[in-house]
Nanobody, 124 residues
């Protein structure tokens, strides 16, 4: 079955950086759109970023543009989220998601598979 396993979360001070990883199995990774979402305490799940099959095309949520970078390494079935200039409002559980099909989407309902999430906490 499909498994998405996130890693790399933790506690960081404001202005710092973290790199999240998501290892995928049980799917044809090179033909799967990948994305990151996040959910803060008491908030709705929020789109962070998505990347196309080959990694050439990316889309970002407004709140992370210019600070976060999504990338993928198809040979390793892994997608990454490099997070720089972190702010306290970036504190959330970050989820990796996978979508059957060719097109990138920013709605969580469009994604078929989800990881268990990794906690990111940014202190002020």
């Amino acid at each position: 079955q499909v498994q998405l396993v996130e890693s790399g979360g933790g506690l960081v001070q404001a202005g710092g950086s973290l790199r999240l990883s998501c290892a995928a199995s049980g799917l044809t990774f090179s033909r799967t759109v990948m994305a990151w979402f996040r959910q803060g305490s008491g908030k709705e799940r929020e789109f962070v970023a998505t990347v196309s099959w080959g990694g050439r095309n990316t889309v970002y949520g407004e709140s992370v543009k210019g600070r976060f970078t999504i990338s993928r390494e198809n040979a390793k079935n892994t997608v990454y989220l490099q997070m720089n200039s972190l702010k306290p409002e970036d504190t959330a559980i970050y989820y990796c998601a996978a979508r059957n099909g060719q097109f990138m989407k920013d709605q969580s309902s469009e994604y078929n598979y989800w990881g268990q999430g990794t906690q990111v906490t940014v202190s002020s």
